[in-house]
């Protein structure tokens, strides 16, 4: 399956789905084939170079509107033949249209244990309610934000003198192991969305 990433930042996930791909042993059916950021000069575009994949920036400060800004995206990728979205840090609200389109093939990747601490602060409300408790969430996107099926979801322990940074950098490690897994759910059919939102699991 043809792979599209789009991005916002350093790009630790993005690092962590081109190595997961093209690590022969895990045969696996994704590849990615363009990343796109938002934003220029970012860490995650010289992974993406690194890694000879072609990459794009489509800045948002450059649309009239976020329509525009998400139609422009979706072309890029059209244009590109991806079949599968992933966002890897992305840090803009997609609207329903874009939704709609790659509806069934779009995934996200949230730093915390959803439907817990929405949005786009996780660490912060997670470290302000004391929990002991926190990971991360693959999860399908739908229009309403951080909402959609949940495909992964890794735990990691919460210290009292965590920090953001500390509590971020925990988690990240739980991350790039549940990304690829759940963009190869996705790749390899085992999973699909049904049009209500509801996951159908063909190989459990
Ligand atoms: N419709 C839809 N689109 C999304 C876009 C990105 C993410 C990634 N997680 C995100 C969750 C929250 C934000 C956020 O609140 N950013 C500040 C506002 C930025 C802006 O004006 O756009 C961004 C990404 C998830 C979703 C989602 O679940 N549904
Ligand atoms: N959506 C959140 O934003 C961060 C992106 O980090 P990176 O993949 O750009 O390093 C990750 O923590 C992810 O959960």
Known sequence: KRVGVLISGSGTN???LIDYTRDVSNNSCA????VISNKDSVQGLKRAKQAGINTKVI???EYKSREEFDEAVSLSLEAAGVEIVCLAGFMRILSSDFVKKWHGRLLNIHPSLLPSF???NAHKLVL???VRISGCTVHFVAEEVDAGAILIQESVPVYPNDTESTLSERVKKVEHKAFPKALELVASEAVSLKPGGKLEWKHY
């Open 14 to 16: 993005l690092q962590s």
């Open 31 to 34: 590849e990615i084939l363009l």
């Open 59 to 61: 800045n948002h400060t």
């Open 118 to 120: 929405k949005g786009a």
């Open 128 to 130: 302000e309610s004391n």
